[in-house]
């Protein structure tokens, strides 16, 4: 329970790092099931070429339909993360916005901190701090509840730098590449660090992912009657972290097949993309590097959130497909 | 932890109670999607009804495709549990067969007894004592050690009455309803309170439900280095037990969506009805009835295994279907 929000980790430190993306370069009326938005080159390449060498079924690479599993992390890989993780702008929005039907909060200096506007106060208490903003704005509640505040919040909410609805700041290429995988028969599958409940209120309308087809990390629930009606209670009690060893593992509970294609874009997902590629057999792991300063962020090795070293280090080593966001992308969010 | 093997009940009780079941009475020689092995009747029509006005467009009970969820519970609902849980018959086979491996186990009374054919005094430690079983039979392996100890265990075992492989006792007329939800959109899934990486080695082949669409009762797991290879471990330790006011959590957690349809056969299963077909909007419960104790087993309210009273009582109440074997079904197993 204590190691909480490795998963939203401690990113306050480098809030407002970030440079201010630019508007997207080309537009996409309608995503086909190609990768429309994808330059020309290697990593296009690579994808499309494992992906025909895994569906002809004269290729030594084929692989049956039933076992074509492609999983991949949520922020930083299929939308954006800076300056810090979209669901912490839900949890200190909902805190604000809460704040005064819960005078038994006002006890806890984290969320009296974000009640006055100051992030680097309220974060100053590590973890337990930030673990303290999520119970608060992601338990307590039924399920249903917890979706709509979700689902209210992603239309009234703008991402403070670009502007835009934080679920438009999804990458078009990387949806396209969800469309071209399913078009060829695999199952896409989330598995993020970020809340699973959080992401299955809006992963089916951003990328066709169906709720049942999330992995991530997890409070606890109960069955329990709340006024005469049976409902699904979730409870401030962490049930599983879904990140970095844990990612492998999460796979094998929720998913229980080793997958075929592994796509992250930190060391958070390094074990997910090794334990997809380890020992024989074709499979693809992906890097997305996020070298984009202009029409996204540029960081890595030192950043606090998303922060990509090992896997940078090791990715040609154990033939990992890096991407480069500024060289392979044609536009990074849908128009 | 300790509660455990609610799961697989304290059935030995009733062990040999049972009467042996008689060869099918027709045959199938292709699944095919719609209802054959149904007698027609109440049940066979209130499920097509059903199906048809929520797939059809124009009637006011139509589902939208990515809302039609139906979950079944596996033991005694899609397959036999008499006289008991196959999964235990799994253990114990286990067991016998490892414990030369393994002389530590000699201090374990429970094993003791196993080795020893006895069963009773085996289960005399009640829960606990079963809890011994499963756990050394259901971890301190990996997971593909643990997938391939369950596929030859099916291949070289039989059932003790009727002689038939394991996976030969699943229901003719639950397969051909899971085919039929699936030629309708219905994505199927497993809600057991068996063991799920047990159910997901053989729910494929005989169900047509791909591991991932299975939620039952697991142990925890971690994700390290063996023999030189990444590997997924299984460990000691319950993680979730899926079963009573567990089966709506665990579709909650799992799935992510409110079912349409649920199917079950116990008290065990109450909560996954309930929680389907509570509230507005179309959904159907199904309590699969155990009467025939000439080609299956009779049983209900007094059974330790599958015990069906609550259910039975409120079936009527609450508007869920009762399906009896004996009257609804042509035939029980597969040819």
């Not at 990768?35 to 002809?56: C, M, P, Q, Y």
């Not at 995988?181 to 695999?186: E, I, K, V």
């Amino acid at each position: 329970m204590k190691k909480y929000l490795l998963v939203f980790l401690i990113s306050f430190l480098t809030f407002a790092c970030s440079q201010t993306p630019q508007n997207n370069q080309s537009s996409l009326t309608k995503a086909e099931p190609f990768l429309e938005s994808w330059n020309e080159g290697v990593s296009k390449k690579a994808i499309e070429d494992f992906i025909k060498n895994t569906t002809d079924p004269n290729s030594p690479d084929f692989i049956p339909e039933k076992d074509r599993i492609a999983v991949f992390d949520n922020d930083g890989t299929l939308w954006a993360e800076q300056p810090m993780y979209f669901q912490l702008y839900y949890a200190i929005d909902f805190i604000k916005k809460n704040a005064s039907d819960h005078p038994e909060w006002s006890k806890i200096e984290s969320i009296q901190a974000i009640l006055q506007d100051d992030l680097k106060a309220a974060l100053d208490g590590g973890t337990q701090a930030i673990l303290e903003l999520v119970m608060v704005s992601h338990s307590d509640m039924t399920a249903e509840e917890f979706a709509q505040s979700v689902r209210s919040w992603l239309q009234e909410s703008r991402h403070p730098q670009t502007g835009k609805p934080y679920n438009q700041m999804i990458y078009q290429p990387m949806v396209e590449l969800l469309e071209l995988l399913r078009a060829n028969d695999y199952k896409t599958f989330i598995v993020s660090g970020g809340g699973i409940d959080f992401l299955r209120v809006w992963a089916e309308e951003a990328y066709g992912i169906p709720p049942y087809q999330v992995v991530g990390t997890s409070l606890k629930a109960k069955y329990e009657e709340q006024n005469g009606k049976m409902e699904i209670i979730k409870i401030p009690e962490l049930n599983f972290i879904d990140d970095k060893e844990g990612k492998p593992v999460g796979i094998h509970q929720h998913i229980g097949m080793k997958p075929i294609i592994a796509g992250g874009n930190s060391d958070g997902d390094y074990q997910m993309i090794e334990y997809t590629t380890q020992g024989s057999g074709p499979s693809l792991g992906i890097y997305i590097h996020h070298t984009d300063s202009i029409r996204e962020y540029a960081y890595d090795r030192e950043s606090h959130v998303g922060r990509l070293d090992k896997g940078l280090d090791d990715a040609a080593r154990l033939g990992w497909l890096v991407v480069d966001m500024a060289k392979d992308w044609k536009t990074i969010y849908p128009e």
